[in-house]
C-alpha cells in the first residue's frame, strides 16, 4: 500500500471527542480522483446505542466533519533558506503591497503570511515529532540545528515587518503581519513545550543536556513576545488564562482559514428517494382498493360490510405504506448516499463529496472488517446478543487540475477532517470508579479502585483506484470520557 496516496491518523480531541484526520493525495498526471472510505463502528450491546435509539439524524448531528488543503510540506532546514519558495512568495508578496496596495494584491499579502505561518507549523511539528525518536547520543546536535533553524525562520520573517514598518504601510494591512508574528511565537513555544514534557518524562537524562539550548530559544521567544505586546500565559491568572486561550484559537483558525476548502451539504439521491415512497404509497393504494372492489361485489354498495370494509382497508393502508417505505429505506440505507457535497472554490469546481451511514448485521457486514474485528472471544460473541454495527462511507472526487491552481506551492491533495462526539454511547454507561478488594492475606483485606471502561472498535477500509488500506482503532471509554485510543494494523 502506497501510503502516501492515502493515509490516516487519529487523536483524542476532547473528553468526549475523536478526530480522524483522513489524507487523499491527487497524483500528478491525473485528471480526476476518486477515493473511498469506509468505516465500520463495533458497538458493544450494553450501551444501548441501535438503529431505534440513534438514529441516523443523531449520528450526523454527532459527526463534524471539513476538507481542507494539505499543508505544503518543507523540512525546518529548506524553510530557513530565505532562497526556498515560501520566502521568496512572502517577500515579494510584501514588496508588492507597498508599491501596488490594490485588492488584488492585499488578498495576495494576506495569503502568503498565512501560508507562510502555517507551512511553519507543520514543518516544527514534524521536526518536534522527529526528535522524539532519535537516539540519546545525536539528539543533543539535532536539537542544536533545530534552535538554530528555527531562529533563521523567525529572523527571516522579522525582517519584512521592519521593512514594511519603513515603508510606512498602512495600519490595517500590517495587523496582518503582525498576526502572522505572533502565531510563530505561539506555535514555537507551544511545540518546544510539548517536545520538552514528554522528553523529561520518557529520558531524564537526555533532557537535562538539550533544555540549555531549548530554553535560550523559549526566552527569548518569551521576551520578544512580551516586548511587542503579544499575549501571553500568566502563572497566576485571574480567568485562568481563558483569554489567552480563546486569542490564540482565534489567531489559529485565522492563519489556517486559507486552507480550508467552503462545501455546500444537500440531500442526494432526492428523486431515488421519491420514487420509493411513491411504490409504497402505490402497493398500499392497490390493497385497500383491491379490498374495496372485493367487498363492493359481494354485498354491493351502502351496506354495513362494505363500510366496514372500506375504514379496515384504509387503516391497513398507511401501515402497509409506513412499512413499505421503512422496508426499502432499511433495504437501500447501506447502497446509497444520504448527503452530497460540494466543493467549490470561487467560480471553480474543486470535486465533491458523498456520504452515507447505516446499522448492518454481521452477515451484511464486509468479512475482512469483521475478520479485522478480531471478536473471536466467547465473551464477546456467547451472550446471545452480537455488537451493534454502525456502517459510515464517504465517497471522494478530485480535480487534479483545480488543485493545481489553487497555490503557487505544490499542492499535493485534501485532508478530509473527521471529528466525533461519543457523548450519546456515554449516556447509559455505569460509573466510571468501582470499589474492588485486595486480599493481602492473613486476613488483611484493602478497598483499591477500579475502573469501569467500554471499547468501541473502529475498523476502517481507505481506497482508490490502485490501493487499499485497512486500519483498526480500538476506543477505551468510560461515563467519564474517552481514555485512550490505540491502532492495530
Given at each position: 500500500m ?5 493515509g490516516i491518523?487519529s487523536?483524542?480531541?476532547?473528553r ?5 484526520k ?9 485528471e480526476?480522483s476518486?477515493?473511498?472510505?469506509s ?7 450494553a450501551l444501548?446505542?441501535?438503529r ?6 443523531n449520528f450526523y ?7 481542507r ?12 533558506h530565505?532562497?526556498e ?14 508599491s501596488q496596495p490594490?485588492?488584488?494584491?492585499q488578498?495576495?499579502?494576506e495569503?502568503e ?6 507551512i511553519?507549523?507543520s ?6 515529532k ?8 545525536r539528539?543533543?546536535?539535532?536539537v ?5 533553524h ?7 520573517y ?6 514594511l514598518?519603513?515603508?510606512?504601510l498602512?495600519?490595517s ?10 502565531f ?10 510539548k517536545m ?12 537535562e543536556?538539550i ?7 523559549l ?5 520578544y ?6 499575549m501571553l500565559?500568566?502563572q497566576?491568572?485571574a480567568d ?8 490564540a ?15 455546500h ?20 393504494m392497490v ?8 367487498f363492493?361485489?359481494?354485498y354491493g354498495?351502502?351496506?354495513l ?7 379496515i382497508?384504509?387503516?391497513f393502508k ?8 421503512n422496508y426499502?429505506?432499511?433495504?437501500l440505507s447501506?447502497k446509497?448516499f444520504?448527503?452530497?457535497i460540494?466543493?467549490?472554490v470561487?467560480d471553480?469546481?474543486?470535486g ?5 451511514v447505516?446499522?448492518l448485521?454481521s452477515e ?10 478480531n471478536?473471536?472471544?466467547?465473551l464477546v ?7 451493534q ?23 499535493q491533495g ?5 471529528r466525533?462526539?461519543l457523548?450519546?454511547?456515554?449516556r447509559k454507561?455505569d ?16 478497598v483499591?479502585?477500579?475502573s469501569?471502561v ?9 481506497r482508490?483506484k490502485h490501493?487499499?488500506l485497512y486500519?483498526?482503532y480500538?476506543v477505551?471509554?468510560?461515563s467519564?470520557?474517552?481514555q485512550?485510543?490505540k491502532?492495530?494494523e
Open positions: 502506497d501510503e502516501s496516496m492515502i491518523s487523536k483524542i480531541h476532547d468526549n471527542t475523536l478526530e480522524f483522513i489524507g487523499y493525495q491527487v497524483p500528478e498526471g491525473t480526476y476518486d477515493f473511498e472510505m468505516t465500520w463502528i463495533y458497538i458493544p450491546e444501548d446505542v441501535n431505534h435509539t440513534y438514529p441516523r439524524e448531528r454527532d459527526m463534524l466533519s471539513y476538507m488543503l494539505k499543508t505544503p510540506v518543507y523540512p525546518l532546514e529548506m524553510l530557513a530565505s532562497a519558495l515560501p520566502y521568496q512568495l512572502l517577500e515579494k508578496a510584501c514588496k508588492t503591497i507597498v490594490t485588492k488584488h494584491h488578498e495576495e499579502y495569503k503570511i498565512k501560508s507562510y505561518a502555517s511553519y507549523k514543518s516544527l511539528r514534524d521536526t518536534c522527529y526528535l522524539l525518536t532519535v537516539e540519546d547520543n539528539m543533543g546536535i539535532l542544536m540545528q533545530a534552535v538554530n528555527i531562529r533563521q525562520i523567525q529572523d527571516n522579522r525582517s519584512l515587518l521592519k521593512y514598518q519603513q515603508e510606512h498602512d495600519e494591512l500590517l495587523v496582518y503581519f503582525t498576526y502572522g508574528d505572533e510563530l511565537a505561539n506555535v514555537t513555544e507551544q511545540h518546544l513545550y520538552l514534557t514528554r522528553i523529561r518524562q520518557e529520558r531524564a537524562a537526555v533532557y543536556k533544555l540549555p539550548t531549548v530554553s535560550v530559544l526566552d527569548e521567544n518569551t521576551a513576545s512580551r516586548e511587542h505586546g503579544y500565559p500568566q497566576n491568572s485562568n488564562n481563558a483569554e489567552f486561550v480563546h486569542h484559537g482565534q489567531l489559529k483558525k485565522y492563519i489556517e482559514s486559507h486552507l480550508y476548502l467552503p462545501t451539504k444537500r440531500r442526494n439521491a432526492v428523486f431515488l428517494e421519491q420514487v420509493v415512497f411513491s411504490l409504497a404509497a402505490g402497493l398500499s390493497f385497500a382498493t383491491v379490498v374495496s372492489f372485493a363492493q361485489q359481494t354498495n351502502f351496506t360490510p362494505f363500510f366496514m370494509a372500506l375504514v382497508s384504509y387503516m398507511d401501515r402497509i405504506k409506513e412499512l413499505v417505505r426499502f429505506a432499511n433495504r447501506s446509497i444520504e448527503y452530497r460540494n466543493i467549490n470561487d471553480m469546481k474543486l465533491w463529496c458523498k456520504e452515507g447505516a446499522f448485521t451484511k457486514t464486509n468479512p475482512h472488517s469483521l475478520k479485522i474485528r471478536r473471536h472471544s466467547p460473541l456467547g451472550r446471545g446478543t452480537e455488537e454495527i454502525v456502517f459510515y462511507r464517504k465517497k471522494i472526487h478530485l480535480n487534479r487540475k483545480v488543485v493545481s491552481k489553487m497555490s503557487a506551492y505544490p499542492l485534501v485532508n478530509d477532517i473527521i466525533y462526539n457523548s450519546e454511547y456515554m454507561m460509573n466510571p470508579q468501582v470499589p474492588l478488594c485486595v486480599n493481602k492475606g492473613n486476613g488483611q483485606l484493602e483499591v479502585p477500579g469501569k467500554y471499547y468501541l472498535n473502529f475498523v476502517f477500509r481507505l482508490d490501493n487499499k486500519r483498526r480500538r477505551c471509554l468510560s467519564a470520557g474517552i485512550s485510543i491502532e492495530y
